[in-house]
C-alpha cells in the first residue's frame, strides 16, 4: 500500500501543445499547481532537456509511472504553490501591458515567463526586429553532461580529502606528470573513514545551486536535512532544488536523514517527516522568503 501511495518520480503521457503538435513526454520529478482554476504540471522534461510546464487538459489519455508503468492520477503528483510570475492571466485587468505573444502559439504569456504555459516552448523575451541583426549567443546552458562533470569532480576532490597519505617521503619532482597514488601496506588494515551519502549530497547540492540555495544537516540520529534560499532565488529555482532533494530522499531517509526543513511563502519554514509523510509549520523565521 505505501508502494502505491509513493509520488512518482518519472511520468510519462502524450501531450498536444497549442499548434496541435503532438508527442510523446517523460517528466522528472513533476510537481502540480493550481492556477486560475486550470491545473499544471512542472518538472524536467526528458526530450526537451530542460524545465518545462504543462496544461493538464492537453494531456492526451492516462499519465502513467514510468518506473512501474501503472496509470495514476494527478493527486499522485505533489501539489505546490504556483510560481510567481510564471505566467499572468490574460482575464485579469490591466495585465496586457505586462504580457507578450508566444513566438510559437502566439497566446499571450508573462514577459517574466520563463517558458510557454500554453505550448511549453522557451520564451524569446527580445524583440523581434532585432533578431536578424543580433548575432546567436553562443553559450548554452550547462546540460545533464554539464552537472555529471561537476558532480564528479566535487566526489573526486571529497575522495582526495579522505584518502590516506601515500608515502613519507616527499614526492619527486616531475615536469611530466605526478607520481600515481598509492595506499601503504601499513594502512590497508584500516581504511580512511569515506563521506556518507548524505553528507556528499548537501556538498554537491550546494556546488549546483549554491548561488540560490544553502543546505546544511542537523542532528545526529534523526537528522534534518534544512534548505534555505539567498536573495538571489526565484520560484523556479526553488522547484528545482526541492525536485533534486525529492529525487533523493530515499537515499538520504537509508543515511539517516528524516525530517526536510525548508521555507515557505509565510517567511517561516515548511518540515515533512519522511517516515510518516506528515507535514507541519514551524514558528522560525527564514533568512530569505518568496511574498
Request: with cysteine.
Amino acid at each position: 500500500m505505501e508502494y502505491a501511495n509513493r509520488r512518482p518520480s518519472l511520468i510519462a503521457f502524450d501531450y498536444e501543445d497549442a499548434g496541435e503538435s503532438r508527442t510523446s513526454r517523460e517528466v522528472k520529478e513533476p510537481v502540480r499547481f493550481l492556477f486560475s482554476d486550470q491545473w499544471y504540471i512542472n518538472g524536467y522534461c526528458l526530450l526537451r532537456k530542460e524545465a518545462r510546464t504543462f496544461r493538464v487538459d492537453r494531456i492526451l489519455g492516462d499519465i502513467a509511472d514510468a518506473e512501474t508503468g501503472e496509470v495514476i492520477s494527478i493527486d499522485r503528483i505533489m501539489e505546490i504553490d504556483p510560481p510567481d510570475n510564471l505566467f499572468i492571466d490574460p482575464r485579469s485587468e490591466n495585465s496586457s501591458s505586462d504580457l507578450i505573444d508566444c513566438s510559437i502559439c502566439g497566446l499571450p504569456i508573462s514577459k517574466n515567463a520563463e517558458t510557454c504555459p500554453h505550448c511549453g516552448e522557451p520564451v524569446n523575451k527580445e524583440n523581434p526586429s532585432s533578431q536578424s541583426s543580433r548575432p546567436s549567443p553562443s553559450r548554452k546552458p550547462m546540460g545533464c553532461l554539464g552537472w555529471s562533470v561537476v558532480i564528479i569532480f566535487v566526489l573526486y576532490l571529497i575522495g582526495q580529502c579522505n584518502h590516506p597519505p601515500s608515502s613519507t617521503k616527499p614526492p619527486k619532482s616531475s615536469s611530466s606528470s605526478s607520481p600515481p597514488i598509492s595506499t601503504p601496506r601499513s594502512t590497508e588494515r584500516y581504511p580512511a573513514p569515506t563521506a556518507s551519502y548524505a553528507d556528499t549530497f548537501v556538498t554537491v547540492l550546494n556546488t549546483m545551486y549554491g548561488n540560490v540555495s544553502r543546505a546544511e544537516l542537523n542532528g545526529f540520529f534523526s537528522k534534518t536535512l534544512k534548505v534555505d534560499w539567498t536573495g538571489n532565488t526565484q520560484k523556479i529555482h526553488a522547484i528545482k532544488v526541492i525536485a533534486e532533494v525529492g529525487n533523493a530522499k530515499y537515499r538520504l531517509y537509508e543515511d539517516g536523514v528524516r525530517y526536510f526543513q525548508f521555507p515557505n511563502d509565510s517567511g517561516t519554514y515548511n518540515v515533512i517527516d519522511w517516515k510518516t509523510g506528515s507535514k507541519r509549520s514551524t514558528s522560525e523565521r527564514a533568512q530569505y522568503y518568496f511574498r
